[in-house]
């Protein structure tokens, strides 16, 4: 009985430690301007349609910008309803650090538009001051808004995953 119960507490104690379970920490917001769309049609995978990025700002603790325009959303859309989005795009500092980024998601608000559009960001930075964006997870929440002078744009504030 001592044999079983010494080996119980070896098998305990050489288990894994389990990860705290992840939280969220306000990373920075972006506006993004978008130009007219661009429609191809409909394809063997569904509706496509692509919005170009033309620019725009960011700001969070330790990091703000702008958006490089030239940009793309490549978005598709599904048999759902649903349209999926990939994003791809730069950010350039204002200590002139240019960050790439490639963010998907899944939007669902032309068949409910309360709909909250979630988004999973992946950052591509120089090493230095910003390599932190490349070594983390983020979830974004993206949001249409209209600009003075009506210019189309996107609202997206990314969370890191802590």
């Known amino acids: 009985m001592k044999k079983i119960a010494a080996l119980a507490m070896v098998l305990a104690l050489a288990a894994p430690a389990r990860a705290a379970e992840p939280g969220l ?7 993004v ?3 007219p769309d661009v429609h191809p049609g409909a394809t063997a995978l569904g509706e496509r349609n692509i919005v170009p990025i033309t620019g725009g700002t960011f700001e969070g603790p330790g990091i703000k910008g702008t958006i490089i325009g030239g940009g793309w959303d490549w978005q598709l859309r ?3 309803g649903c349209t999926q989005i990939k ?3 730069m950010l350039r500092t204002d200590d002139d650090v240019v960050i790439n980024v490639v963010n998907t998601g899944v939007s669902c608000r032309a068949r409910d538009p309360a709909a909250v559009v979630r988004t999973h960001p ?5 090493l230095g001051k910003y390599e932190w964006l490349s070594q983390s997870a983020f979830i974004g929440t ?6 003075p002078g ?5 609202h997206i504030t990314f969370y890191r995953v802590t």
Do not use: W
């Open 142 to 147: 993206l949001d249409p808004v209209k600009l």
């Open 33 to 35: 301007t978008l130009a």
């Open 25 to 31: 920490a306000f990373a920075f917001e972006e506006t």
């Open 87 to 89: 994003a791809d795009y």
């Open 150 to 154: 009506g210019q189309r744009a996107v």
């Open 78 to 80: 599904r048999a759902d």
């Open 122 to 126: 992946v950052f591509e930075a120089p």
